[in-house]
């Protein structure tokens, strides 16, 4: 077997998890650079900068992220910030403004912290960036060598945003689990992979029992221990699968359908990723033909008020006016291991015998 390293990302939780920032960072260098979102900013800047206040860190620039994740937004920024002698990254916000952090600190060869806003996707602790086309469209994944450095989950800000972003990260969570186990049936696993299968386990029955007391605490803004499961749950658990699988284990048929769906305009704008990510694990487990876990999984979807038929996603069940997004499914970069072969009509079947039991359960 060939050598290779496995680097994870520590993390501070808790609702004072910024406090600890000047300690962790001040190994990294005294001068950094804040990259977000709008939003987060807004919600997160002033606690860090008070967090920092007495010690010889400095923010040297406070940057919006941007719209999206894309190579000319994360060039363009880096640009900017290597004339500032920035000693690291910070990121703060959710998926979109993290890969975009994370790709700026790349190409800048320094370090990058990540602090999450929202508990909607596993960027906070991957390695890797979501990459997206100016027009919207999924472009590719764009690798690290290492993960951040440090993450900082400050479990207060996350419960006070809108409880629709947990939900969605309960969503993409819940995937890492069926796609992890989908992708790597019937090969052997070396240890860091099949660690990270055993792993993937806790990105699922987790969920199931704290989800719905969780996203009922989030509603109050309250931090509880139900809420803390499912945010390490979506954050950490999701991130570790990640890093210890192989990179053909990190997805499946799931993000595969939200990649197809992805293009059509405006979709985006109307859907939470991981909200269609869970609708892809129902159309995953049809095409695998494992109806009783569809089943289960379906009521707790419904429950959550997650999409679980085309319709909820704003989307016409007619197979014409799906071509092209069948056609991106198939040729989508997280089909390219799978233990059968794909088909544009194995998609669409699969898709039928979920709209079959949204009927059945109107």
Partial sequence: MSEYTVSFTNYTIGADAYQSFGTVCAKLGKRFVLIGGETALSKGREKLSASIEGSELRMVECIASGKDCTYSRIHELAGQIKKLGADFIAGMGGGKAL????????????????????????AASTALSVVYREDGSFESFYYFEKPAVHTFIDTQIIAEAPECYLRAGMGDTIAKHFECHLSARGDELDHSSAMGREISNLCYEPVLKYGHQAL???????????????????????GMVSL?????????????????????????????????????VLVQLAVDGQIEEMERLYCFLKELSMPVKLEDMGIKNDRGGMAE??????????????????????????????????????
Wanted: hydrophobic share 40%.
């Fill in 99 to 122: 890969d975009t952090a994370k790709g700026v600190a790349c190409d800048l060869q320094i370090p990058v912290v990540t602090l999450p806003t929202i508990a909607a996707t596993c």
């Fill in 216 to 238: 009922e605490d989030c509603r109050k803004h309250q931090v509880t221990y139900s809420l803390t499961q499912v945010i390490l749950a979506n954050v950490i658990s999701t």
């Fill in 244 to 280: 210890l699988v192989h990179d053909d284990y990190n997805g499946a048929i799931a993000h595969s359908v939200f990649y197809g769906l992805a293009i059509l305009p405006g979709f985006e704008e109307q859907n939470l990723h991981g909200d269609v990510v869970a609708y892809g």
């Fill in 325 to 362: 997004v069948l056609k991106e499914i198939v040729q989508g970069p997280d089909l390219k291991h799978m233990p059968y072969h794909v088909s544009e009509d194995m998609i669409f079947e699969g898709m039928q015998q979920v709209e079959k039991l949204s009927i059945e359960n109107m």
